[in-house]
């Protein structure tokens, strides 16, 4: 039998280049067109708001399990936030991680105040984190993108109606 412990914690800029190579082993070179990245592009994500999987073997040895990500963006005007990418390293997939890293970040955005979360993904995986299809027409994305994959999550209840527009990078 394998042992192991599943460490979550803040991401730190020391696993930057760990996570860009999980994250190109993952999706690809596709991912720099895809519309969710183009909201990431040239951002800087939130570093309260990040988070990365790391697994311990027996011998104490820590790898790279996975990460998640949030970034500030603007929807029309209002403040939101982009989730993505959520990346599990393929040795590691279906032991729960995508979960633990999407309840640490969403626990830690609604800690902070945070409203509004869009991504681009799966609705029936993403349903159980409370994400929903983004209603037809209401939010645009500067890129490629399924409508029928563009989620939204209210982290408060009650605010999706001020959410309506061009989502766009959120510069400092």
Same mark, same amino acid.
């Given at each position: 039998m394998i042992s192991f412990t599943l460490r979550i914690? $803040?991401?730190t800029p020391d696993l930057d280049s760990q996570i860009e190579a999980l994250s190109a082993k993952a999706f690809g070179p596709g991912r720099f067109a895809r519309a969710a990245f183009r909201l990431r592009e040239g951002v800087s994500h939130e570093p309260d708001l990040s988070f990365v999987?790391?697994? =311990?073997?027996?011998? &104490? =040895?820590?790898?790279?399990?996975g990460s998640i990500r949030l970034?500030?963006? !603007?929807?029309?005007?209002e403040p939101a936030l982009v989730l993505g990418p959520l990346i599990v390293s393929p040795q590691y997939k279906s032991l729960g991680i995508g979960r633990e890293l999407m309840n640490r970040a969403l626990f830690a955005a609604r800690n902070r105040g945070e409203q509004f979360v869009? !991504? @681009? &993904?799966?609705? $029936?995986y993403y349903r159980?984190?409370?994400f929903k299809t983004v209603p037809h027409g209401?939010?645009?994305l500067p890129g490629p993108a399924d409508p029928a994959r563009?989620?939204?999550?209210e982290l408060k209840e &009650? @605010?999706? $109606?001020?959410?309506? &527009?061009?989502?766009?990078r959120h510069l400092q």
């Open positions: 914690r $803040p991401e999987a790391l697994m =311990q073997d027996a011998l &104490g =040895q820590e790898s790279l399990a970034t500030r963006i !603007l929807i029309g005007k869009i !991504l @681009v &993904g799966d609705e $029936p159980k984190f409370g209401q939010i645009t563009t989620l939204y999550c &009650g @605010v999706l $109606p001020l959410y309506q &527009g061009r989502a766009s």
